[in-house]
Structure formats: C-alpha cells, structure tokens
C-alpha cells in the first residue's frame, strides 16, 4: 500500500499552517504519511481537482480562493457543504471525491475549547464573506435566537441571511455603534485587523460587561479588535483554535486516526507564527 499523502491546495498557498500541523500529529501517531502545499491559481484549479488522485494523493484541504470551485466540482457533498455551497476539506471514497466544510466544526469547537459552557441568544457578526458563511452556519446549529449580520455591502449580507430570514437581520455597517448594545458574542470575520490590512475601527464600549469578542484572524494572535476587548474585562477567543479545530476531520479521513487539539500542538503553532512576524 502506498504512503498516504495529502494536500492544501491555494493561491497564494506559502503562508500555511496546515503542513505544521499535520506534520505534528503524524509525528505524534507515529504514522507515514505527508501532507503537502501545492499553489494553485484559479484557471488552473479544475485540471489540479480532477487529477489528484492520480497524483497520488488521497484528499486534501481547498483554501482561498478555491472552495466555491471545489464544491461545485465534488462527486459527493455533505449536508454542511450544501448548505455553504463551499468545500475545505476532500476526501476519496468508493472512487469518488467527497467534499465537506469543516470550518463550522472548528468554528464551535474552538468557542467550546476556549470557553466551557456558553451561549448566546443574540450574536453579532461582522462580515458575509466565505468565513462568515461557516460562521453563521454553527451559530445556527447552536441555537443561536438571532444574529446581526453587519456588511459593507447590502448584497452579500442579505445573500446570506437567506439561510434563516426569521434568525438573521442584515445591517448595514455604518449601523454597528447602536447594535453593539444588544450583543452577547461578537464575531469579526473579515480580514480587517490582519497584519498588513486596514484596522477594524470599532469602539467596543456599547457591549454589554458579560459578551464574548472572538476574531478568526490569526495574525497577529491578539488582533486589535480583541486588544480592546480584554482592555474592558471582557471574555476573548482568537482564531488560531478555529484553524486547528477544522483540520482535525480531514486527518481522520486521510491517515485513519483523529487526533486532538492539544495546548502543546497551540504552542508550536503560535511560536511559529511569531517567528514568521
């Protein structure tokens, strides 16, 4: 039997994780296996899609900006992935490839890592791009009574509150300020606050003393947005759990063990991330 090997395919593709931390947990299961970067531009995508396999690989994550592509070209697609109309995570299976979106498991598991037993009855999120799209989806699976989707543009917001029109109002972003009060979780799910992109001007001072602000970007670790969130007392969750949380079903289907989010696993990820600043 040959070595299992697996892929995240993007574009661009260097800055990735995923080989860490799938590296890690073959190391730790004492498996054989590989999990490659393969950068993949957009024209090219269908050609790399229908002949992985034959490159020997037995499934891999999609990133940016592939996963609408590689939902609509998967033979089978879980009820998560139809509902996002995205897949991040493929598989082979009795011949034809599968495909699921993982990022609304790693987007709950890691508020359940981080925060034991929460909930919330409202939620506001910032954004409704692809991200969002996960995000609202395990908010809605959680329970979630309604959500405040804020956009800078009026399309993609009302685009994704047809997922639940009864659960999810569409604001525009200009009416953040007087929304804020109402909130017990707050979600940024856009890139602002990113290293290199344009801050995320918010002034958190509305937010009720006991709600949540998570952000899903990374890097840095501590984005501005939950700087001034633990500035005020409040509970914070960054977003490298989310990343580690969503990678753990494509290694169980790749290389046959499901492996855990560990503090250990978080550590050499954050070092690595600080050694890349």
Request: hydrophobic residues 45%; proline residues 6%; negative net charge.
């Amino acid at each position: 039997m040959s070595t299992p090997t697996a892929f995240v395919v993007g574009h661009p593709i260097k800055h990735s994780r995923s080989p860490l931390i799938h590296g890690y947990w073959l190391a730790e299961h004492g498996l054989e296996g590989s999990y490659e970067r393969v950068d993949v531009a957009p024209e090219e995508f269908e050609s790399f899609f229908r002949g992985f396999e034959h490159r020997g690989f037995r499934g891999g994550n999609v990133t940016i900006p592939h996963k609408e592509a590689a939902f609509r070209l998967a033979d089978v697609t879980t009820e998560r992935a139809r509902r996002l109309e995205a897949a991040n995570t493929l598989w082979i299976e009795d011949g034809r490839v599968h495909a699921d979106n993982t990022d609304v498991i790693g987007f709950i598991a890691n508020l359940d890592q981080e925060l034991g037993r929460w909930g919330a009855r409202t939620a506001l999120v910032l954004g409704a791009g692809g991200a969002a799209r996960g995000v609202v989806a395990g908010l809605l699976e959680r329970g979630v009574e309604k959500i405040v989707l804020a956009n800078r543009t009026d399309g993609k917001g009302r685009e994704l509150a047809n997922f639940e029109p009864a659960r999810i109002e569409p604001i525009a972003w200009s009416e953040i300020p007087c929304r804020l009060a109402e909130a017990e979780l707050l979600v940024n799910t856009t890139l602002l606050g990113m290293a290199g992109q344009p801050p995320l001007e918010v002034d958190l001072a509305p937010l009720p003393g006991y709600a949540t602000v998570t952000d899903i970007v990374y890097m840095p670790l501590e984005t501005p947005l939950l700087a001034q969130a633990r500035a005020r007392g409040l509970r914070t969750v960054d977003g490298l759990g989310m990343l580690l949380h969503q990678a753990v079903p494509g290694f169980a289907r790749w290389f046959g063990v499901t492996p855990k989010v560990t503090p250990q696993l978080r550590a050499l990820v954050e070092a690595d991330i600080e050694r890349r600043r």
